[in-house]
Structure formats: structure tokens, C-alpha cells
């Protein structure tokens, strides 16, 4: 199990900061105000782990919980089959949660679909909508939800949890490296377990550099194949492939292909699919060594500029 895995809070102290959204969440839930949350903040700040918690603080056990990652089940298809499942009351009376992960990237009709059961919820049911851009979720679901807007945690936070789980797994990382981890987390505790993770065996910060650059190279291969499926436009992925210039092309191409053989056999909606296998096909020749990024760039502007 990673650290960020077996670390991940089980409760409303164990969540670094967002002092204000944990005691204002808390109450709301106590007093039954709303069924319908909204979570918005950048990545790895706690947005599904609050939900989690929160499902489990109104009775939900985790049989119950239905965690859905919307940035591949995006269809109204897929949330068709949701709501259709939570007009039954679970035998055991407890309460049922549904946490929409990366929820803006739901389609326009996945949203309509969506809008009367979270107006309306049955009696035992709870929405929890988790997402980075708040911009792409339409007014009327806003309007019908209780927002929380979690913000970047502190480095000296972030470095305490990291100490604490430093000293736990008897990690012998100097204190420099784990500054090093926490700044680089840019204001996430997620973030900054998976750095510690990756660093674990460093003996210098120089050699926590080495490994980070690995680390954050994975996480903006991610966005760019992101901004691949999107159909994102040259412009919008030069930033992309300027961040990877450092990095392994035949690494890059690895990477792609496994993230887009797991949305192709996860994509409901044909197109969807289709736009992976079309990636899959364009990345389906080894790089040469020598090459640098370069193949990676050819790639890429054959994606989005054309033949």
C-alpha cells in the first residue's frame, strides 16, 4: 500500500488544514441542511477524502459509498445507471453516498440527467460532487448544492504530516529532503506522500531532486494525455511539452499507452474510446533512445494539428 494510500484520513482531525471547511461541513451534516455538497479546490487538497468522511459521519457504511471517477464514466448513459439504483433504500437502513470524482467533465447531458435527483434526493441519499474547475459545472447544479472551496495547505503542515509519517515508517530522509517534499507538493498532502514515497531512499536532497523530476514528469504526462483526449488544440499543449523537454520520450510513450488502454477499456461513450485507441495508435512505435522528446512533439502535432 503507498503512503498516501495508508495514510489517507478516516477522519475530520486526521485532514491537514481546512479548518473552516471541516467545522462548517461537520454542522451542516449534523443538522441535515443539505444532501447535495459541492467540493471544489485544486488537486490533492482532500476532496473525496472529505466526502468519504462525511458519507461514513451520516451513516453510510462502505459497502454504501459509490465513488465514481467522472473523467472516464462522463456519458448520460453512465449516470442513467446511478440514479436508477438509488431509488432503492438499502435493507439494512443505512444511507447510500455517491462521491463524483473529477465531476466537471461530465457531459451536458450527464448533467441534465442528473439535475432532479440532486434537487431532490430520496430520503437516504447523499451527493458528494468533487471538482478542480468549478467554471465547467453548470449554474443549476451549483445553485442545488452546498459549497465548500478547499484551499492549498501550508508547507509547515504539510511538513509536519510528512515528519509524522517519516518517524512512523521509520524513513531515514534528512529533514531537508522532507522540506523538500513538502514544498514540491505545492499545497497538497497527497502530493507530498507520493513525493516522500518516491524519495524514501534519498540520502541528499540532491537526490530527492532526482527522484522528484521522475515523480512530477508522471503527473504532467497525465495532463497532456488529458488535454489529448479533450481534443485540445497545439496551443494548449505546447505548455504541456515544454514541462516534459527533460524527460525520457520512450518513458512518455510507455506512459501514454498504458493510461489510454485503461480508458479505452473503461469509455462507455464510442467516441470517447475511439479518441484513445486513435492516441494508442500514434504512440504504438518505440522512440529511439537517442531521440530525446522529440518523437513525442511529432506525435503530438500529428494529434492535434493534423497529417
Known amino acids: 500500500m503507498t503512503l498516501h494510500t495508508r ?41 473525496t477524502t472529505c466526502a468519504r468522511i462525511a458519507a461514513r459521519e451520516v451513516g453510510c457504511a462502505d459497502g454504501s459509498i459509490t465513488e465514481i471517477d467522472a473523467a472516464t ?3 448520460i448513459d453512465d449516470m442513467r ?19 463524483l470524482d473529477e465531476a466537471h467533465r461530465l457531459s451536458a447531458a450527464a448533467w441534465a440527467s442528473l439535475l432532479k435527483s440532486i434537487e431532490e434526493p430520496p430520503p437516504w441519499v447523499y451527493w458528494f460532487l468533487c471538482t478542480t474547475e468549478l467554471g465547467k459545472v453548470p449554474a443549476t447544479i451549483q445553485t442545488r448544492c452546498t459549497r465548500y472551496e478547499l484551499e492549498p495547505c501550508a508547507t509547515d503542515a504539510i511538513y509536519d504530516l510528512l515528519a509524522d509519517v517519516a518517524r512512523k515508517e521509520k524513513l531515514q530522509g534528512s529533514e531537508g529532503v522532507l522540506e523538500l517534499c513538502a514544498k514540491r507538493a505545492q499545497g497538497s498532502p497527497r502530493q507530498a506522500l507520493v513525493n516522500l514515497g518516491a524519495v ?3 540520502a541528499s536532497p540532491e537526490d530527492a531532486r532526482a527522484l ?77 533512445s537517442g531521440d530525446g522528446i522529440s518523437p513525442v512533439v511529432v506525435a503530438v502535432g500529428r494529434l492535434t494539428l493534423g497529417e
Open 7 to 47: 495514510y489517507r484520513p478516516q477522519s475530520w482531525k486526521e485532514v491537514v488544514g481546512q479548518s473552516a471547511v471541516k467545522r462548517s461541513f461537520s454542522e451542516a451534516l449534523k443538522k441535515g441542511t443539505s444532501r447535495a455538497f459541492l467540493l471544489v479546490g485544486p488537486s490533492g487538497t482532500g476532496k
Open 73 to 75: 464514466f462522463t456519458g
Open 81 to 99: 445507471v446511478v440514479t436508477n439504483g438509488l431509488q432503492y433504500r438499502p435493507l439494512n437502513g443505512e444511507r447510500k453516498a455517491i462521491i
Open 200 to 202: 524514501a531512499s534519498a
Open 212 to 288: 522528484l523530476r521522475a515523480v512530477e514528469g508522471s503527473k504532467t504526462v497525465i495532463d497532456l494525455c488529458r488535454a489529448l483526449l479533450d481534443r485540445k488544440p497545439w496551443a494548449s499543449v505546447l505548455p504541456i511539452l515544454n514541462d516534459l523537454k527533460d524527460q525520457n520520450g520512450e518513458s512518455i510513450r510507455h506512459a501514454i499507452r498504458e493510461y489510454m488502454t485503461k480508458v479505452a477499456l473503461g469509455a462507455k461513450e464510442p467516441k470517447r474510446a475511439g479518441n484513445a485507441i486513435e492516441i494508442l495508435d500514434e504512440f504504438s512505435t518505440p522512440f529511439p
